[in-house]
């Protein structure tokens, strides 16, 4: 593992890993963000199986992180490993009885609600970075944070506003990871704004199918029960 290694002994693990083109790569941390790019492909096909993958992701990332010194980062697996959690109930508790999740788009309230936490947070998480010096680039590090958060949140209760937070995240992400010289952070955001557009299409059509199905059966049930025309309401007086 090599004498330059100073991180955590129990989590020697973490650090072991292969040399690309003369850099350690951590298989923990390719691993974690495969798995954070495997999430999202998930959530566009609506499978449960997004979740338990997203937090096999937040761990492999958390162990790197602390292993690597990186509390902020490991402080954020953390708050995905609770937003997974509830994400991953609340989608079991829409498919019980092998029922089909229903995606829809968020009501205005709900858009107040996502926007109010996407403005308060990014400011309040910039001010500490700020203050703590934790970023260089406090205010969009402080957007990325907050937005993963809550679009996870959104993805949660199958909102189709959450792929919006998404691309608004990815549009931020790839030019600051970029300047950061981090070129296949870069390169896994722009394959994240990807996937969350074709997500937006995927569920828009589904939830359009959805509604669409309810009409026809709606008027479907209306014409079975049919009309109270002359010769019904005749035999019914017929029979009084």
């Avoid at 209760?157 to 030019?175: Q, S």
Wanted: proline fraction near 3%.
């Amino acid at each position: 593992m090599g004498g330059a290694h100073s991180g955590v002994w129990w989590l020697e693990w973490a650090y072991a890993g292969f040399t690309l083109f003369g850099e350690h790569v951590r298989w923990a941390d390719l691993i974690g963000n495969i798995a954070a790019l495997a999430t999202v492909a998930l959530a566009v096909r609506r499978s449960m199986w997004t979740w338990p993958v997203q937090l096999t992701g937040a761990v492999l990332l958390f162990a790197v992180s602390i292993d690597a010194h990186l509390t902020g980062n490991a402080l954020k697996q953390i708050m995905f490993v609770g937003l997974v959690v509830y994400g991953w109930t609340r989608w079991a508790r829409a498919t019980r009885g092998g029922a089909e999740l229903r995606v829809r788009p968020a009501t205005g309230h709900e858009r107040g609600v996502l926007l109010g936490l996407l403005v308060g947070g990014t400011v309040a998480v910039a001010l500490l970075f700020e203050a703590t010096g934790l970023s260089w680039a406090p205010w969009p590090d402080a957007f990325i944070f907050v937005g993963s958060a809550v679009a996870t949140f959104g993805q949660s209760r199958a909102l189709i506003d959450f792929w919006f937070v998404w691309i608004a995240v990815d549009l931020v992400g790839v030019p600051l990871a970029l300047m950061s010289g981090l070129w296949v952070t870069g390169a896994v955001y722009i394959v994240f704004f990807v996937l969350a557009v074709i997500g937006i299409r995927d569920w828009m059509r589904r939830h359009r199918a959805a509604e669409a199905a309810e009409a026809a059966g709606a008027v479907g049930s209306a014409g079975a029960a049919g009309p109270t025309g002359p010769d019904e309401a005749s035999g019914r007086e017929a029979v009084a």
